[in-house]
T-cell receptor, first 115, second 115 residues
């Protein structure tokens, strides 16, 4: 069975500082990994995904994530946080079996960026 | 272009009543998903439709929940004899084929409150 863990319920960062939102996963085979962001009273928006290839994936709004197979991690990062980045962030995984299509989401990490 | 739309945006019902939630996916998307997001929790997978294949119903929490997708487009999630624990935000998402590595596009959700 596939699973995702987001160990931090909340991350607090000052604007201009780098941010990291952690995610670890568990699948039987190779993973497809996704990050989504949810702003208040909005649906989820896709940020970036790892399918194959370069371990460093760049996505929307200046976010990037690094796939680390040995540590089974896919942490979300941004070099310089903005107050407008404050939102709920979800990591998700799908096992690459060619047939499985269910995404398993983490419980979410609330990012709070302050001035 | 138009994104995923859901209706109603809010639904308040009394315990024991039936409710229907509607999802209009992005035109041309063959995969459609329903998730439930409860307060303080992550996204819980409910059901997945892909083209004309039999739906993956493995996430439906009880036989009070059912969903259909007519003509490969619009989907309706029905909850019969609603209970207070059904209160949550119900999210719909769609993706293009092949669904397993493409990102999902989410609607704004329907907030269901069962009194």
């Amino acid at each position: 069975a596939q699973s995702v863990a987001q160990p931090e319920d909340q991350v607090n960062v000052a604007e201009g500082n780098p941010l990291t939102v952690k995610c670890t996963y568990s699948v039987s085979g190779n993973p497809y990994l996704f990050w989504y962001v949810q702003y208040p009273n909005r649906g989820l928006q896709f940020l970036l995904k790892y399918i194959t290839g370069d371990n460093l994936v760049k996505g929307s709004y200046g976010f990037e994530a690094e796939f680390n197979k040995s540590q089974t991690s896919f942490h979300l990062k941004k070099p310089s946080a903005l107050v407008s980045d404050s939102a709920l962030y979800f990591c998700a995984v799908r096992e690459n079996t060619g047939t499985a299509s269910k995404l398993t989401f983490g419980t979410g990490t609330r990012l709070q960026v302050t001035l | 272009g138009a994104g995923v739309s859901q209706s109603p945006s809010n639904k308040v019902t009394e315990k024991g009543k039936d409710v229907e939630l509607r999802c209009d996916p992005i035109s041309g998307h063959t995969a459609l998903y329903w998730y439930r997001q409860s307060l303080g929790q992550g996204l819980e997978f409910l059901i997945y439709f892909q083209g004309n294949s039999a739906p993956d119903k493995s996430g439906l929490p009880s036989d009070r929940f059912s969903a259909e997708r007519t003509g490969g487009s619009v989907s309706t999630l029905t909850i019969q004899r609603t209970q207070q624990e059904d209160s949550a935000v119900y999210l719909c998402a769609s993706s293009s084929r092949p669904g397993y590595y493409n990102e999902q596009f989410f609607g704004p959700g329907t907030r269901l409150t069962v009194l």
